[in-house]
């Protein structure tokens, strides 16, 4: 009575329960876990936000470069000089695996070729290999040292697709102008074909390898890796329709009727070097040294 009658700055002074001490307790550890969940939550908002825009900062740049490297084939593409290298090295890349995909036809048919049995005609490619790897350092550096780059572009193609002209004439070497058909070869054909086929190959590397210099000076350097990208894709296209061309080429010169089988033969190789020599033409009349 006598305290509540003083009034309640002396209740404040006296010790309180131990019921109203638990509910403060109460109160502040739930004040407390309510904080700590809330920083808990602004933290991984945090986290979240910093991780999208790493994500959009990495396909930005994703995007960047992948436009930078279409704009950059582009450039390569609208590039006069470049484009017209590209064009006639992936021409004679057509003709030298249409050549190579017709000869085995030619020497394994029965009607229009020699009719030789596949050792037989590895025994050719063994020659042609031989020969291929004795002379292609030696003809190559002395060409190029002596004729330089475009005159060796040029040398190449010119010897290279006048001997595919010749294939046809082992039928008359072979078997005094008859058709083949038996499996037999005379040591005179074996020689021919041997070279023919041998030194084919060597002007032909001639002019793959001094065409691919050639290519790299026309582009800059920051360039080129593109441009080879660019020369192997359309290489590979290339190199993939010429068996299919090879195909047709043999079926239809050969068993269509229209030509008499030795004949059809002289049709088929005529086609794939006379295409040769338009390659030939091609690169005196379209290609030129670049100045870089």
Not at 226 to 254: D, H, R, Y
């Amino acid at each position: 009575d006598i305290i509540s009658l003083l009034g309640s700055p002396f209740q404040k002074c006296l010790p309180q329960s131990s019921e109203h001490q638990s509910i403060t307790l109460k109160e502040t550890t739930y004040n407390s876990t309510n904080t700590i969940k809330n920083d808990a939550k602004a933290y991984d908002e945090e986290t979240l936000t910093m991780k999208q825009s790493a994500d959009d900062i990495t396909s930005t740049a994703a995007l960047s470069e992948k436009d930078t490297t279409i704009k950059t084939k582009t450039t390569v593409w609208q590039n006069p000089k470049t484009r017209r290298h590209l064009i006639m090295s992936w021409s004679f890349a057509f003709i030298s695996v249409s050549f190579t995909e017709v000869f085995p036809l030619f020497c394994m048919s029965q009607a229009g070729g020699l009719g030789l049995s596949e050792g037989s005609i590895g025994k050719i490619l063994s020659a042609s290999g031989i020969i291929y790897a004795l002379g292609q350092y030696v003809i190559f550096a002395t060409i190029m040292d002596n004729f330089g780059l475009y005159t060796s572009i040029r040398i190449g193609c010119m010897i290279s697709a006048p001997l595919i002209l010749l294939v046809p004439l082992s039928i008359w070497i072979n078997n005094d102008g008859t058709t083949g058909g038996d499996d037999t070869i005379n040591w005179q054909t074996y020689l021919f074909l041997g070279f023919i086929v041998g030194f084919s190959r060597i002007f032909a590397s001639l002019f793959f390898s001094a065409m691919s210099m050639a290519m790299n000076r026309t582009v800059s350097t920051s360039e080129r890796a593109t441009m080879n990208g660019v020369s192997m894709l359309g290489e590979s296209v290339a190199k993939g329709l010429g068996p299919t061309f090879a195909g047709i080429l043999v079926s239809f010169s050969v068993g269509s009727g229209v030509f008499l089988p030795h004949e059809g033969a002289v049709f088929t190789f005529a086609i794939i070097g006379g295409l040769g020599l338009l390659v030939t033409v091609g690169s005196f009349v379209y290609l030129e040294p670049s100045s870089q």
